[in-house]
């Protein structure tokens, strides 16, 4: 099983980024999906998570509720972040994880999850 993360980059404040997490050897039906990052020096957060049920529940931390957008794509076995409004303090490397689900509400825990891909730099500068 194989999770990547891409669309990362460089970008000024108040700019947008959409980042996408495709997997290999497994579906992400029947998961849940979970994004993390990751600032130098800082600890692994949890930023945002979606449950793979028909009701789609969502979770967001406080610093990036109403500027991020969680989603997934069931046919093309892909979910994405799209980050808005972006800030210097979003910056960190990102990462997104998956596990089966196992009740009805993803956490942000990173923790809780057991299979992670690679990360992809987000960088917010002017």
């Known amino acids: 099983v194989q999770l990547q993360a891409s669309g990362g980059g460089l970008v000024q404040p108040g700019g947008s980024l959409r980042l996408s997490c495709t997997a290999v050897g497994t579906t992400m039906d029947y998961h849940f999906i979970g994004w993390f990052r990751q600032a130098p020096g800082k600890e692994r957060e949890g930023v945002s998570c979606?449950?793979?049920?028909?009701?789609?529940?969502?979770e967001y931390a406080n610093s990036v509720k109403g500027r991020f957008t969680i989603s997934q794509d069931k046919p093309k076995n892909a979910a994405y972040l799209q980050m808005d409004r972006l800030k210097p303090e979003d910056t960190g490397v990102y990462y997104c994880?998956?596990?089966?689900?196992?009740?009805?509400?993803?956490?942000?825990?990173?923790?809780?999850?057991?299979?992670w891909g690679e990360g992809t730099q987000v960088t917010v500068s002017s």
């Open positions: 994880a998956i596990v089966p689900v196992y009740g009805r509400s993803c956490a942000l825990v990173p923790r809780a999850y057991d299979t």
């Open positions: 979606i449950s793979s049920h028909s009701d789609g529940y969502t």
